[in-house]
């Protein structure tokens, strides 16, 4: 089973901040299966990202997915109020699939 | 634009079984698959499962072997999760999401609680 280790655990900003999320997989993962969600209370998760990069339909572009090597990240260029809640990474091209524990963001 | 709508939350005792719907609207299933995750209170999500129809086996997580059954009803568009032997460990909000772009269509969750 493939293990994704999301860091920080909890990520505390300001609006307007840059937010840095990283998820590191215990062995290679292709990138075409590697997505991130966003979760807030008592809701479904969010798809934002696949393949690593794309962004899904009607993300802003102030969400933003890379890689290097096993390395994901999800970068939020300039926080928005909405933007705070879990970001959870997941890889898909394995079975099983697997997500990672989650990163908190939230507002400082 | 497909959604997803789930049947609602159920109360179980432990031992029993659980069956939870998607139903999919404003299309079908026919050539995507669908999987079902779960999320335990205050944890994170976890893989159950999923299918593509058009491929007919599930493919399960091993923790789930056994007592899993993932199903689709192509003439009504309706994914179908059963799972049994419920223990308190199986309290979770249960999701089905649409497999396209990864999981880019997700129901609106079940809440399935196991008590005695």
């Known amino acids: 089973e493939i293990v994704l280790t999301q860091s920080p655990g909890t990520l505390s900003l300001s609006p307007g901040e840059r937010a840095t999320l990283s998820c590191r997989a215990s062995?290679?993962?292709?990138?075409?299966?590697l997505a991130w969600y966003q979760q807030k209370p008592g809701q479904a998760p969010r798809l934002l990202i696949y393949g690593a990069s794309r962004r899904a339909t009607g993300i802003p572009d102030r969400f933003s997915g890379s890689e290097s090597g096993t390395d994901f990240t999800l970068t939020i260029s300039r926080l928005e109020p909405e933007d705070f809640a879990v970001y959870y990474c997941?890889?898909?091209?394995?079975?099983?699939?697997?997500f990672g524990q989650g990163t908190k963001v939230e507002i400082k | 634009q497909v959604q997803l709508v789930q049947s609602g939350g159920e109360v179980k005792k432990p031992g029993s079984s659980v069956k939870v719907s998607c139903k999919a609207s404003?299309?079908?299933?026919?050539?995507?698959?669908i999987g079902w995750v779960r999320q335990a209170p205050g944890h994170g999500l976890e893989w159950m499962g999923g299918?593509?129809?058009?491929?007919?086996?599930?493919n399960y997580a091993q923790k789930f072997q056994g007592r899993l059954t993932i199903t689709v009803d192509k003439s009504t568009s309706t994914a179908y999760m059963e799972l049994t032997s419920l223990t308190s460990d199986d309290t979770a909000v249960y999701y089905c999401?649409?497999?396209?772009?990864?999981?880019?269509?997700w129901g609106q969750g079940t809440m399935v609680t196991v008590s005695s």
């Open positions: 299918i593509i129809p058009v491929f007919g086996p599930a």
């Open positions: 997941q890889q898909y091209g394995a079975s099983p699939a697997t």
């Open positions: 999401a649409r497999i396209l772009r990864a999981f880019d269509i």
């Open positions: 062995q290679s993962v292709s990138s075409t299966y």
């Open positions: 404003g299309g079908t299933f026919s050539s995507s698959a």
